[in-house]
């Protein structure tokens, strides 16, 4: 049998992902400025290719140009606060739906992206977690119907994944984080949709809390 050829990825396309996950996980820090020379020379490729990844993180508002140049965007407590209250209004529709049209394939699902969160969580790997968190909530998205409301999460998803990356990096909340997923599949797996929302907000607004501490 043949095997369904994956397209590779471009150079462009790699160094956009090295240096978006460098923002996300903290290697360049809120406010620092981006120098297309060094980070060409670090990734290997041209300036032209650095400016063109600087150009799209700009459009996920992950960096930010200003007079002197472009920096790694620093999220004030207002922008966090309405990115949780977005995720907030969203996700809980989504784990409705869900929890209404349950069966047993969209439990597994769920079930199975975060007994893999739990597996790298343990091992210490968070982007790796990351990437099956994101695959967790596409999912429960998607299945939910609400695909125009996971273009908008999708959107944003550079800077959930940024408070993500540093709300798991917490004490404690390699567990707690996924404890609390677990209490959302259990509702939804009951056909409980009051109990999976309730989950769901309880778990938005613990890392809401947590992301407010970071002065980013």
């Known amino acids: 049998m043949l095997e369904t050829v994956i397209k590779p990825k471009t150079l462009k396309e ?3 992902e090295q240096l978006r996950m460098a923002i996300m996980t903290g290697q360049l820090t809120p406010g620092e400025r981006l120098v297309e020379r060094s980070i060409g020379e670090q990734l290997g490729v041209s ?24 920096l790694v965007t ?5 922008e966090i606060r309405q990115i949780y209250q977005l995720r907030a209004m969203l996700e809980c529709e989504a784990v409705r739906h869900c929890a209404q049209q349950v069966t047993p394939e969209i439990v597994q699902s769920l079930q199975d992206d975060l007994n893999q969160i739990r597996v790298e969580l343990s091992a210490g790997d968070i982007v790796g977690a990351l990437e099956h968190a994101r695959l967790f909530y596409e999912y429960l998205f998607v299945t939910a119907g609400m695909t125009v409301a996971w ?14 990356f540093m709300t798991l990096s917490t004490k404690g909340r390699a567990v707690e984080g996924p404890d609390n997923l677990q209490k959302i599949i259990d509702g939804i797996a009951k056909g409980d949709s009051e109990a999976a929302t309730d989950a769901c907000k309880k778990h938005i607004n613990e890392v809401c809390r947590i992301s407010l501490r970071f002065d980013n």
């Open 151 to 164: 273009e908008l999460t999708d959107r944003l998803n550079g800077r959930i994944g940024r408070l993500r």
């Open 74 to 78: 620093i999220l004030d407590s207002d």
């Open 47 to 70: 300036r032209t290719v650095v400016r063109e990844c600087i150009r799209h993180l700009e459009s996920e508002h992950l960096v930010t140009v200003s007079a002197s140049g472009p």
């Open 14 to 16: 790699t160094a956009l």
